[in-house]
């Protein structure tokens, strides 16, 4: 059974930097079998695919995103991490941390963790 659970503060203050972090049990992040994805929901919106880090370390980032994004692992600790800088308000969102198992198929999610941009 994969499990992954997300943490980081809740709270961010606008163009401060997000930072989260995904522990992940049950499976390896190095195991080729999988990937490892970050995606968020706003209030009132549908679900953003915001990058996603590969068994060998390789990223993707979303467009959108793709300035302000760093996603990056610690292979010791079988955990990979978010970093958004720059954050505004329409960041504020629940973020969610997956586990893709080929081909997009997103098979675990942690429970995800409310972030909220306000100063």
């Known amino acids: 059974q994969v499990q992954l659970q997300e943490s980081g503060p809740g709270l961010v203050k606008p163009s401060q930097t997000l930072s989260l972090t995904c522990t992940v049990s049950?499976?390896?992040?190095?195991?080729?079998?999988?990937?490892w994805t970050w995606i968020r929901q706003a209030p009132g919106k549908g679900l953003e695919w915001m990058g996603v880090i590969n068994y060998d370390g390789s990223t993707y980032y979303s467009p959108a995103l793709k300035i302000r994004s760093s996603i990056s692992r610690d292979t010791s600790n079988n955990t990979f991490s978010l970093q958004l800088t720059s954050v505004t308000p329409e960041d504020t969102a629940v973020y969610y941390c997956?586990?893709?198992?080929?081909?997009?198929?997103?098979?675990?999610w942690g429970q995800g963790t409310q972030v909220t941009v306000s100063s």
């Open positions: 049950g499976a390896s992040i190095t195991a080729d079998t999988d990937a």
């Open positions: 997956v586990r893709d198992g080929g081909w997009g198929s997103l098979e675990d």
